[in-house]
């Protein structure tokens, strides 16, 4: 996902101000005490649906934002939700901007980041990741009414510009089309839709899951499949970050523990019910 993940609808309207809650931190080793709090506290964009999205109402599944920030919910809410239970914490959410996840890791701001993050060899340098709680396919966005629309091969989009989210894998595949247009990343799915609708880009990079959201809000948008062979080269699994060198830690093993109760079916019925409940922009 968002490398985000992937990931997958970012809107515009779900651009919305962040808030705070900082757990406590082990002196020991500097990780985050999150084996011995009362609640489990987890950084996410909401601005990812279906992974993750802002809203003033709270639903059936929002968890509300400190400091009176409305709601956050999505996927990536109700997957933490399972796993705030299962360990008999209360679930606190943070938003927290894509690239500030990591530092607030590190800092023991947040105790886990639940955000559509893949496990790569430079993120594992500095985070320990979970197995993954979710796997989707990577696909691109453009204008329905495009000649791209009709594209089956990511090579066919060798000379047009193609747009991804800055610091994930949604970025660097695009390198893997010859002759492509690179377009300078965008920090957030809602300026990438909006690089898309003004014409500075004609294709987005995105999981499936965050295209359908996306197409769903946006009429005037479709997404595209590749044929076997003939799409990107990208792990396209999730997992959960926590705290580097805690792999050992009760926190870490209490964290997989609980992600591991939850059944690939689950995981594919949650998904399905966070795209059905994602905003549309309507």
Not at 54 to 75: I, K, N
Not at 81 to 86: G, H, S
Not at 104 to 117: F, H, K, R, Y
Request: glycine share 8%; charged share 25%; hydrophobic share 35%.
């Amino acid at each position: 996902m968002k490398t985000k993940r992937l990931a997958a609808a970012a809107l515009a309207a779900l651009m919305f101000a962040g808030c705070a809650s900082t757990p406590a931190s082990d002196s020991s080793n500097g990780s985050s005490t999150a084996a011995n709090s009362e609640t489990l506290t987890v950084g996410m964009e909401c601005n990812y649906a279906p992974f993750n999205w802002q809203t003033t109402e709270a639903g059936e599944h929002g968890v509300a934002l400190p400091g009176g920030a409305g709601y956050c919910d999505g996927y990536d809410v109700r997957i933490s939700k399972k796993l705030a239970d299962e360990m008999g914490k209360e679930l606190v959410v943070k938003k927290i901007n894509w690239d500030g996840l990591q530092p607030a890791l590190e800092s023991g701001e947040i105790d886990a980041i639940v955000a559509g993050m893949t496990a790569n060899e430079e993120r594992e340098e500095g985070i320990d990741f979970t197995t993954p709680y979710y796997e989707s396919q990577m696909v691109m966005i453009v204008p329905k009414d495009a000649e791209t629309a009709s594209f089956t091969d990511i090579q066919q989009f060798g000379g047009h510009n193609v747009i991804g989210q800055k610091n994930t894998n949604y970025d660097t595949i695009i390198d893997q089309i010859e002759g492509v247009n690179h377009i300078t990343p965008k920090a957030s799915y809602p300026e990438l839709i909006l690089a898309l609708q003004t014409g500075e880009a004609e294709a987005i990079t995105a999981e499936l899951p965050v295209a359908k959201g996306i197409v769903e809000a946006n009429p005037d948008l479709t997404y595209i499949t590749f044929e076997e062979g003939k799409g990107f080269d990208v792990d396209t699994t999730v997992s959960i970050g926590l705290k580097n060198n805690t792999r050992d830690s009760q926190s870490f093993k209490d964290i997989q523990a609980a992600l591991d109760k939850i059944t690939q079916e689950e995981r594919e019925n949650i998904m399905l019910e966070a795209v059905n409940s994602a905003p549309t922009g309507e």
